[in-house]
């Protein structure tokens, strides 16, 4: 059964899009930590992010670089934090997530509720910022 991931990536599902290649989908959290939370999710399904075959894994960061940098252009934060969890989803992710202490990376916090208008003004911020 395909993730919900695999569903966006596929197109059955919208997303706010914010990169895309060959092998990474880049799309903002719905359900964000912080403002300009984004997702960072391999095209082929897999679960645990180190099971990922080595063209994933060599390449993940480098795509998600800019967007980081974007990220930290267009919210105000002191760096974007990196996090593999992969319990809420059995598919590999990336959060990239604006933080200005280590609290802000805390996944046991109750996530933000953004509008849907929200979301796509910080879209077109962080797409603003792409290099």
């Not at 919210?75 to 933080?99: N, Q, T, W, Y």
């Not at 046991?108 to 910080?122: F, N």
Request: glycine share 4%.
């Amino acid at each position: 059964m395909s993730s919900i991931f695999t569903k966006i990536i596929n197109g059955d599902i919208p997303c706010l899009k914010i990169a895309e290649n060959d092998l990474f989908l880049a799309f903002l959290d719905i359900e964000p930590l912080r403002k300009g939370h984004v997702l960072v999710v391999p095209k082929k399904e897999v679960d645990k992010v180190y099971e990922a075959e080595d063209i994933y894994l060599q390449n993940w960061f480098l795509f998600a670089r800019p967007i980081a940098r974007a990220i930290e252009k267009a919210i105000d934060c002191k760096r974007v934090g990196i996090s593999f969890i992969g319990l809420e989803v059995p598919h590999a992710h990336m959060h990239l997530v604006p933080i200005s202490n280590a609290n802000d990376l805390n996944f046991a916090q109750k996530p933000g509720k953004p509008s849907m208008e929200e979301l796509k003004e910080v879209q077109q911020l962080i797409l603003s910022k792409m290099l």
